[in-house]
């Protein structure tokens, strides 16, 4: 594994961007939104800089939560459908001799191999795949050795099929028989960790996520310190799109989201670090000014900070 670590190091962050976007396509729909932004939430950027700089550049980026990918590598993607076969994958990448080729080339023979064991298509494969070379990559041989393979999934949960997922994604909330009355009255529901079927909340329509993630008030501050009691899960500083705390990535729904709004969403956005692109309704947002016109799934960062300080000056 320590020549396929180096050959890894070799490959700069737009190398990685280019493989991904390459590798989309192939991968399973269930997992190919998720797997474009596990990148985002762990860039190769952001941990080569704190690498350099150790504390120091955490401090100065005024990061908080688990940035760091060595504290949850068997953890970090359970939002793929394809986690559950994360044992299969890393024992594939593991014990991989090689050749090691073009990136894409790899991560394609990874998930070949781990398909063996799996027995599943290599499809659900790819994007953990690309995802365990990249762990790999930003933690080391011996600690992604070291690391068990847990998967991090209810007995219930695993027993879903791509399909079934899918179909909750798509599926909008019944407003009964005379739905198409209730007007501004419809509620959604707002799905943060379709793991759990308890993860849950609902949203009036056209109201901004974080806002609605106030009427629940349950205790996330144990689970996430970023939490304010009687926010809800999502962590948030502000509501005007100032602290970037409540960047969010949208799994499903994300055509039922507002538009972005440049002036304020978009620019912050970019100052942040988190998304620089044109696309009226992109995978990434801030949930106190993304407005819910449907039931939506999203998945929670496990950091926040102003990474675009890095971006700014690479």
């Known amino acids: 594994m320590d020549r396929l670590y180096a050959h890894l190091c070799a490959i700069d962050s737009e190398g990685w961007r280019r493989a991904v976007e390459t590798l989309v396509a192939e991968i399973h729909p269930i997992d190919q939104n998720a797997t474009r932004i596990w990148f985002t939430f762990y860039p190769l950027d952001l941990h080569l800089a704190i690498q350099a700089a150790g504390d120091e550049a955490a401090r100065q980026l005024g990061l908080m939560g688990t940035w760091r990918l060595a504290d949850q ?109 209730r007007g501004l009255k419809k509620r959604w529901t707002v ?15 056209g109201q901004e996520i974080a806002t609605a993630a106030q009427s629940d008030k349950r205790d996330y501050r144990a689970r996430d310190a970023r939490c304010t009691p009687g926010e809800g899960p999502i962590p948030v500083q502000c509501r005007a799109a100032s602290c970037g705390t409540c960047w969010v990535g949208v799994l499903g729904g994300a055509d039922k989201l507002s538009p972005v709004s440049e002036r304020d969403e978009g620019r912050r956005m970019r100052a942040f670090g988190y998304a620089d692109t044109p696309e009226l309704q992109p995978l990434l947002r801030l949930a106190c000014q993304a407005k819910a016109f449907g039931a939506v799934s999203i998945v929670i960062p496990p950091w926040n900070g102003i990474f675009g300080k890095i971006r700014q000056t690479g």
Do not use: C, N
């Not at 080339?105 to 063996?116: F, H, I, K, P, Y």
């Not at 960790?193 to 609902?202: H, L, M, T």
């Open 191 to 205: 799905t943060f960790d379709e793991a759990d079927p308890a993860a849950r909340f609902s949203v009036i329509h």
């Open 73 to 181: 590598i068997d953890a970090s993607h359970r939002f793929l459908y394809g986690h559950r076969y994360w044992p299969q994958v890393k024992s594939a990448i593991q014990a991989f001799e090689g050749p090691f080729g073009s990136l894409p080339a790899l991560a394609t023979a990874v998930a070949d191999q781990a398909t063996r064991t799996a027995r599943v298509d290599r499809d659900q494969l790819l994007g953990p795949a690309v995802i365990g070379l990249m762990t790999l990559r930003q933690v080391g041989p011996g600690a992604f050795a070291a690391a068990p393979g847990t998967i991090h999934l209810s007995p219930e949960a695993r027993r879903l099929s791509p399909h079934q997922i899918l179909h909750q994604r798509a599926r909008d909330d019944w407003q009964g028989p005379l739905g198409f009355l």
